[in-house]
């Protein structure tokens, strides 16, 4: 049996355990959601074949030689259907320097969360979400571990559609950061205190229970397991805040992929799994009724999977079309907590957005290893 370790989550566990008892040839175990977001990636690499992982990982693992590239495993033809399938930029996340290092089993963004019998509406724009905000002082904002920076890139991405920072060689401009900072900053000074701790399983765990002190959270990364009629309140999702009634839908793209170490040795069995798990069959049948959140369009927009979610996936669709793919150079792992322990710490205080701006920016140029010099 392969050893291979994915994160401790219906969503990221159940589907993944129920084809190893199936006679599936990965023996899986799990780590909980922080040590997914944050654990050194070779660490895990040197004690496992098979590593779930976020698509920002994937500078420190090239920079330590611990993963397989996937066009040593697969033929083209196979990586091209995977690649046409995916939704969004699913496995384009999974793509650096010109070769592919996982496969896209699980497909996520930011998306808005609400309880839909305090809101039958989602509100469209920032503008409604902080009118909302003021109304009821029930609009919670994701900041705990890396969320704060993350919801910061959304609302930047937002504001410029244009700026791609995936391969982290440039920066934010400043009018542009200190927008989405001033924005967010309103939002965080009302935001519940009941989840200012607590990660988005947690967030969503609240505002499905029969708590009240939450009513909708704008940008959350998407748990179809929430929207499920078995919770004591089902949630409703839908696509994230534009910034004008009729732009996109901005967020930063989430999700899994499945990774291969170089410790691993992989033979027929395990390329045949593999590819059955991003299979039709798998994608839009086994993942979905397993708990699973699929990484395929034709899953995201299949009418039984939809049925079976309260339209979780066609709702927010078009959001995980849009969604942008954060920086992935070496070192952006510390970088993007370091960030978001210091927006917490402004938005707290009431740091003025512009020395905010400025110290991001420097901790964005000192997270680079290998290079000084990243443009603007």
């Known amino acids: 049996m392969f050893r291979g370790l994915t994160w401790d989550h219906p969503r990221g566990r159940h589907a993944l355990e129920a084809a190893e008892a199936a006679g599936g040839p990965i023996a899986w175990q799990a780590q909980p959601l922080e ?42 033809s196979e990586l091209a259907a995977i690649a046409d399938r995916a939704i969004g930029p699913s496995m384009a996340s999974y793509v650096m320097q010109g070769r592919p290092w996982a496969l896209p ?13 305090h809101l039958a509406t989602p509100p469209r724009t920032w503008d409604e979400v902080a009118a909302i905000s003021r109304e009821t002082g029930k609009v919670a904002l994701s900041l705990a571990g890396p969320h704060a920076f993350l919801s910061f890139l959304s609302v930047v991405q937002s504001i ?48 499905s229970s029969r708590e009240q002190d939450v009513i909708l959270c704008p940008l959350i990364y998407g748990y179809v397991n929430y929207a499920a009629p078995s919770r004591p309140v089902p949630l409703a999702f839908s696509d994230a805040p534009r910034m004008t009634a009729d732009g996109l839908p901005s967020s930063i793209l989430g999700g899994t992929g499945i990774a291969i170490s170089t410790r691993c040795t992989v033979d027929d069995a395990l390329r045949a799994h593999l590819l059955w798990l991003m299979s039709p069959e798998a994608q839009r049948g086994f993942i979905p009724d397993h708990d ?10 299949d009418p039984r999977v939809n049925a079976l979610t309260g339209n979780f996936f066609a709702d927010t669709a078009a959001t995980l079309q849009a969604a942008s793919i954060r920086p992935r150079h070496d070192g952006f792992i510390a ?3 370091a960030a978001s322990a210091l927006l917490r710490e402004g938005f ?29």
């Open 35 to 76: 040590g997914f977001e944050s654990a050194p990636i070779g660490e895990l690499c040197a004690r496992y074949d098979l590593v779930v992982l976020d698509h920002p990982h994937l500078g420190e693992a090239l920079a330590l030689g611990c993963l397989r590239p996937l066009d040593e495993v697969f033929d083209a």
């Open 105 to 117: 089993l699980d497909a996520a963004t930011q998306v808005m969360a609400r309880r839909a019998d």
């Open 160 to 207: 410029r559609r244009d700026l791609d920072l995936r391969d982290g060689d440039r920066w934010i401009d400043t009018d542009t950061a200190t927008r989405a900072l001033t924005l967010l900053g309103e939002l965080a000074q009302r935001s519940p205190a009941s989840v200012s701790s607590l990660n988005p399983i947690g967030i969503l765990e609240r505002m």
């Open 292 to 301: 699973g959140q699929p990484g395929t369009s034709e899953a995201w927009l």
């Open 335 to 337: 970088f993007q907590g």
């Open 348 to 376: 707290a205080a009431g740091t003025d957005t512009g020395l905010l701006s400025v110290r991001l920016e420097d901790l964005f140029r000192a997270s680079h290893k290998a290079s000084t010099e990243v443009t603007a």
